[in-house]
C-alpha cells in the first residue's frame, strides 16, 4: 500500500510544478542548520538568493529566503517544512508566505529519491500571489490574486558530507515564468 501511495504522489507530484524550492523533499535534523547561495535567472531577470534553514524538531525544520534583482526588488519568504515520508523515497510538504513588492501565501510538496550522493526531486509549488492594479471608477486600488504552478525538476549534488551542489530548473504551467538555478548548500 505505502509503495501505491508513493508512486501515486510521484506521478501527481511530477505534473505538478515547483518554483525556486533549493530544497528537497528530506528535512533538516533537529538543531541542523544550512546556508545555501543560489545565482538563478527568472524569465529575462538574473537574481540571487541566500538560503537558511533550521531544524526544529524531528521532521520539522524552518526556511528563510533572500533574494535580489528579480523585478528589481527584494524577495523575502519564511516557510516551515514537515516530513511526511521519512526514508526513501522522501517526502515533504511546506507552507510559508513572500513579500517582493507584493504578499503571498506559498505552498510545496517535494519528493525526492536520494541514489547514492544524488538526490532526485520533483514536487509541487503553488503561490497565492495578492497584488494591486490600476484603480477602479471610485479612484480606489483593486486587488487583485494570481496562482502561477510551475514543474520542477532538481538534482542534489553532494561533494562532501555536510555540502552539496543543487540544480534546479521550473517549467511554468500557468502565470509565471521558466526558472533556473544553481547554487551551494552548506549543513552544520
Excluded: C
Excluded at 528535512?27 to 538563478?40: D, I, N, Y
Excluded at 524569465?43 to 524538531?57: A, E, K, N
Excluded at 494591486?132 to 520542477?152: C, M, R
Excluded at 558530507?161 to 549543513?187: C, D, H, R
Amino acid at each position: 500500500m505505502r509503495k501505491l501511495f508513493v508512486l501515486v504522489a510521484f506521478v501527481f507530484l511530477s505534473i505538478s510544478g515547483y518554483s525556486q524550492i533549493f530544497s528537497t523533499g528530506q528535512t533538516l535534523k533537529s538543531g541542523a542548520m544550512s546556508v545555501g547561495l543560489e545565482p538563478a535567472v527568472f524569465g529575462s531577470d538574473f537574481g540571487f538568493y541566500f538560503h537558511g534553514g533550521y531544524g526544529i524538531s524531528s521532521g520539522a525544520d524552518l526556511g528563510l529566503k533572500l533574494g535580489f534583482g528579480h523585478y528589481g526588488n527584494a524577495y523575502v519568504e519564511g516557510n516551515v517544512e514537515w516530513a511526511l515520508i521519512t526514508s526513501n523515497p522522501y517526502l515533504s510538504a511546506k507552507t510559508g508566505a513572500h513579500y517582493n513588492g507584493n504578499f503571498g501565501f506559498d505552498g510545496a510538496m517535494l519528493l525526492t529519491f536520494p541514489v547514492s550522493r544524488v538526490y532526485l526531486t520533483s514536487g509541487l509549488d503553488a503561490n497565492l500571489d495578492f497584488y494591486s492594479a490600476d484603480q477602479d471608477a471610485d479612484g480606489k486600488d483593486e486587488l487583485h490574486t494570481n496562482f502561477p504552478v510551475w514543474i520542477p525538476f532538481g538534482l542534489e549534488v553532494y561533494v562532501k558530507k555536510q555540502m552539496s551542489i543543487i540544480f534546479e530548473a521550473e517549467v511554468p504551467i500557468n502565470g509565471g515564468g521558466t526558472f533556473v538555478g544553481a547554487g551551494l548548500s552548506l549543513y552544520f
